[in-house]
């Protein structure tokens, strides 16, 4: 039987580094299936030969951002014995950068995750989206730095935390005909709202695969056609209402909405300064 690929991720910090740099290299083999283990908080020699070893067994190839000089030239020396095949991401770029700057790298795991102000910001833009998702807090609207509002799987919540991760606390409602609009999403500045929409057909499909993904068979009020027409045609004449700007979801990926949003909230930040 053929061995699944695998690829290690290794480091001595938490390894998202070296994992989303995996993740975006597996995503050009979307013809294969490729394993990934990673494996994070690598503080010792031991802990290295076991991976190694495991790696040779599985025919696996090896990536890390180890940063500790020890640990990184344990990892050459034994990978090299077991023929191993390996990257690392951080070595070139510290070789890089140090020749145009006249400091010495610190040297030291986990840099990227200081617990800062930075990394505060984060933290309470991401339980701030968590708090006031889905509507179920209006409070929330007039707090927040952008408000997103949609049909149903317009991609409100993932947006709202891709968004947070970026330090944005984003608030989202769900329009639905038969609801009435809260009264404090009229609170809130026209410039800070964001309507979201998309093509029904498009809906359609997306809708109807998580009723699948729900086990659910046969046709619903939700995926119906003329129904979300309906929902849209109602969601387009609240936006005109509220004077919005307004984003077409159709065929973008959550990434690429989420930067025009970013552009928007920056340009307004700009323009209305502390108001903002």
Sequence with gaps: MKKMPTVYVISDSLGETAESVTKATISQFDQETI??????????VDQIRNIIKDAAAAGAVVCHTLVSKELRDAFEKLAHEQHV?????????????????????????GMVHRLDQEYFKKVEAIEFAVKY????????FTKADVVLIGVSRTSKTPLSMYLAHKKIKAANLPLVPEVSL????????????????IDPYKLNTIRSERMRALGFSGTANYTDIARIEDELAYAREVMR???????DVSNKAIEETAGKIMDIVQRNQQIYGDKY
Excluded: W
């Excluded at 070595?91 to 890089?96: E, I, K």
């Excluded at 145009?100 to 795991?109: C, H, L, Q, S």
């Excluded at 998702?133 to 929330?140: I, Y």
């Design 35 to 44: 394993d990934i283990v990673r494996v994070p908080y690598v503080r010792h």
């Design 85 to 109: 095949t390996y990257v690392d991401i951080m070595g070139p770029m510290l070789d890089a950068v140090g020749s145009i700057v006249t400091t010495e790298p610190r040297m030291k795991p």
């Design 133 to 140: 998702d889905d509507g179920k807090n209006p409070a929330g």
């Design 182 to 197: 809260p009264e404090e999403i009229f609170q809130v500045p026209p410039y800070k709202i964001i309507g979201l929409i």
């Design 241 to 247: 209402q509220l004077h919005c700007v307004v984003i």
